[in-house]
């Protein structure tokens, strides 16, 4: 069965640093998003992507965060520099959009440790 | 805005009993989803069940099941005999479902429910 998929699975990084998060969508999928989870909180959406543009964004996803689909398969999201408070689990997921009752699917995460 | 409030941070179930974890969720909408999600010790969140807003009939997949009060805006889980591979992190999420591009299927999660399963 196809599946997201994330790398790496662990980050760790100096605050102020720039990391990319990749993941690799089902491939007819449309619709991708990024949610984060801070150790012991809800899961948090940060963005969704729809036909190569960020089609909604939370607050928390201010200038220091970017997301990309480079070639057609990877999505990446970017945080430029790190803060502490990016300390979280990532997640990746995506969906294929053509009916209504269609289901998200999620990657394994990428835990970001900033030091 | 929506929001969606798992008031039991942790639950335990004796192995084949019967366990329900509870959800509320507060939205103005009339047409929504509402899902649970599984998120094994692994992290990889698998959906495990899903309610349209507009059946009246709850949802069931084997041994889960839901009492999806519309009213109320309560959504719970049932999990029948109970196993110990259910042992994962619960979470309730909702989804809308209104007309048009600004609605991008994103998920609004609750707080999540640990349940431990116990031999």
């Known amino acids: 069965e196809p599946e997201v998929t994330q790398t790496p699975s662990h980050q760790v990084t100096q605050m102020g640093q720039e990391v990319i998060l990749r993941c690799v969508p089902i491939?007819?999928?449309?619709?991708f998003y990024w949610y984060r989870q801070i150790l012991g909180q809800k899961v948090e959406f940060l963005v969704s992507?729809?036909?190569?543009?960020?089609?909604?964004k939370s607050e928390i996803f201010d200038d220091q965060f970017s997301v990309e689909r480079p070639d057609g398969s990877n999505f990446t999201l970017k945080i430029r520099s790190t803060k502490l408070e990016d300390s979280a689990m990532y997640f990746c997921?995506?969906?294929?959009?053509?009916?209504?009752?269609?289901?998200?699917?999620f990657g394994p995460g990428t835990r970001l440790t900033v030091l | 805005a929506q929001t969606v409030t798992q008031s039991q941070p942790e639950m335990s179930v004796q192995e084949a009993e019967t366990v329900t974890l509870s959800c509320t969720y507060d939205?103005?909408?009339?047409?929504?989803?509402l899902f649970w999600y599984k998120q094994p010790p692994s992290r990889q969140m698998i959906l495990v069940i899903r309610?349209?807003?507009?059946?009246?009939q709850n949802a069931t997949e084997n041994r889960f099941s839901v009492n999806f009060q519309k009213a109320a805006k309560s959504f719970s889980l049932k999990i029948s005999d109970s196993q110990l591979g259910d042992a994962a992190m619960y979470f309730c999420?909702?989804?809308?479902?209104?007309?048009?591009?600004?609605?991008?299927?994103?998920?609004?999660f609750g707080q999540g429910t640990t349940l431990q399963v116990k031999p």
């Open positions: 309610q349209e807003a507009y059946k009246q």
């Open positions: 939205t103005s909408e009339s047409d929504y989803y």
């Open positions: 491939s007819n999928h449309l619709y």
């Open positions: 997921a995506s969906r294929r959009g053509t009916t209504s009752t269609d289901t998200q699917y």
């Open positions: 992507f729809y036909n190569n543009e960020i089609s909604e």
């Open positions: 999420a909702y989804r809308s479902n209104r007309k048009g591009s600004s609605n991008t299927g994103k998920l609004i």
